[in-house]
């Protein structure tokens, strides 16, 4: 158990709707990252969050968006769903914003949560 | 932009065999970092063996090394006396100072008893 939860585990929905995941980061992890897990797109990183504010954008699609709350739990926000954004889409967590390697700048993953667009 | 490139989609092993998955990475960068991670069938992302790429000396945990190439941008990964429990997808990663991951499209591992 990595210590980061991701809620719900499955999620089905379909085309045109809106969705949120939800992470909450180990205890004392400040940095939360958002990746994206696909057939065609492999993983990839979305977006990081640090102490509530956006830290870094990959290739996050503009219908996608994301925010880290006060109590460091982040969501993440895909709306107008289409089929290919059926994922696995994962959390992970770190006690820094990168920087040099120690093992507080590791990165630790949740579960992930397995999203279907039907 | 840093890109990563795993070119065995599927390998194959012997339990009790050694096995080596190769990685090869593109970056300008001089300080960054490397790491493989294993994804069994559960889907959860187990981080299995870090370099720091200043270091030259290439590493070691337990049955899982590494063999680093800095000049040749090459991070193969040796997996010694292969169990059934080693079969996943493993995919190799690279930060740089930044953070974020960026990783290879993985190689699916099966091992036979």
């Known amino acids: 158990d990595s210590g980061v939860t991701q809620t719900p585990k499955h999620l089905i929905t379909a085309t045109g709707q809106r969705v949120t995941l939800r992470c909450s980061p180990r205890?004392?992890?400040?940095?939360v990252y958002w990746y994206q897990q696909s057939l065609d797109q492999g993983l990839q990183f979305l977006i990081q969050?640090?102490?509530?504010?956006?830290?870094a954008k990959g290739n996050i699609l503009e219908r996608f968006s994301a925010q880290q709350f006060p109590d460091l739990h982040s969501e993440l926000n895909l709306s107008s769903l289409e089929l290919g954004d059926s994922a696995l889409y994962f959390c992970?967590?770190?006690?820094?914003?990168?920087?040099?390697?120690?093992?507080?700048?590791?990165?630790?993953f949740g579960p992930g949560t397995r999203l279907t667009v039907l | 932009a840093q890109t990563v490139t795993q070119s065995q989609p599927e390998m194959s092993v012997q339990e009790a065999e050694t096995v080596t998955l190769s990685c090869t990475y593109d970056?300008?960068?001089?300080?960054?970092?490397l790491f493989w991670y294993k994804q069994p069938p559960s889907r959860q992302m187990i981080l299995v063996i870090r370099q720091e790429a200043y270091k030259q000396q290439n590493a070691t945990e337990n049955r899982f090394s590494v063999n680093f190439q800095k000049a040749a941008k090459s991070f193969s990964l040796k997996i010694s006396d292969s169990q059934l429990g080693d079969a996943a997808m493993y995919f190799c990663a690279y930060r740089s100072g930044g953070g974020k991951l960026i990783f290879g499209q993985g190689t699916e591992l099966s091992v036979k008893p």
């Open positions: 969050y640090y102490n509530g504010e956006e830290r």
């Open positions: 992970a967590s770190s006690a820094t914003s990168g920087g040099p390697l120690k093992r507080s700048n590791e990165q630790f």
């Open positions: 205890s004392g992890d400040l940095s």
């Open positions: 970056t300008s960068e001089s300080d960054y970092y």
